[in-house]
């Protein structure tokens, strides 16, 4: 079983070859409470599953280690079992969702890791390393479920307590639960007062239902951003741990992990994936109680591909209110256009882009359509502008 001793040993061993994440004060994301992030998003490899793998790795038998390594991953883990494996001089064959982030694809490949794609999402990955491990006798090392792995990622909280001592909420992503099974684990047995909290994507939350109804459950799809924690079924062991010691499991929209992935752009310069996000997204979204508490938010990795990333900003800017789109239905005659631009642009709204239509059949024959998208401050804005526009007799139809 684990205990706080493999814990203590993995953090010797991971002591030359991870990096120290310092805590970063965020005041800004949460007015309500004290908010720190744990940067693991700057950890070798930009995720915090380093740890797990590269401690797994150290306590093979030469045995095990000759036959090489076999893992599944939606990336970050690949990266880091990839890392661990070049370091010990064994081979590594890794099995990745095609629809993994080709950044990650290509940097589990530069690890030296021989790259396995299949088609599906991580659990369909899980299977063929199954298949493979069985047939050609390679040493599985799992993502999430497994006491070595679970006790890599435990020493994030030890660092946690080291490094706030006065902490009172600690906000984890959770996919398959190996990271929080170790957290949890850590902070509970030295530190039982404090809360540890769970995230999911609201299209993969497969530990927050099998905790609600008390057993492992699979989800049938999993649809999210936040890619690395698209998990359809936690692990048992991870399930027992997060029973135990977890104090509660929230999840959050994409809309509001987007939110969360331009916040920390913008105020702190930093770049979390999706995964990595959701924590953020959590106090940001007040989904717990956080009212004059200290809370860390682990940023679990910031691997997110550079071609979604547009589109995750757009999405942010959406939930934050610092864009808008407005619609009308408005009488086709000169002066609409200069009437609600000179309104949006006395309030302070900029504009962004117009588009003008006259063709649809559901449209009075002498009305037309005018969408226009206008950068705002915040949401108050938005709301500032829309009740000038109504309150002048335009007719918003979104």
Known sequence: MLNLDTIYKARYVLKKVIRRTDLIPAPNLNPLCHVWLKPENLQVTGSFKVRGAYYKISQLSDDEKTRGVIACSAGNHAQGVALAAAASGI????????????????????YGAEICLVPGVYDDAYQKALQLRDEFGYTFVHPFNDENVIAGQGTIGFELLDQLHDVDVVL????????????????KSLMPRVKVYGVQAEGAPSMFNSIRDQKIERLPKVHTLA??????EPGD????LCSKYVDGIVT??????SAAILAMMEQHKLIAEGAGAVSVAAAMFNKIP???KNVICVVSGGNID???LNRVVTRGLAMGGRTCRFVFELDDKPGQLVGIADIIARLGGNVVNVEHSRSRETFDVLACQLSIRVETRNSEHV???RNALVAAGFRLIE
């Open 252 to 257: 959050v929209s994409d809309d509001e992990i």
């Open 237 to 240: 062991l991870t399930f027992d």
């Open 172 to 187: 984890v992503p959770i996919g398959g639960g190996g990271l929080i099974s170790g957290v949890a684990f850590a902070i």
């Open 383 to 385: 709301s500032e502008i």
């Open 91 to 110: 081979k590594s064959l890794i099995c990745l969702p095609e629809g993994a982030p080709i950044s990650k694809v290509e940097a589990t490949r530069n």
């Open 227 to 232: 890619d690395g924690i698209a998990v359809k």
């Open 290 to 292: 956080l009212e004059g």
């Open 306 to 308: 550079v071609n979604i």
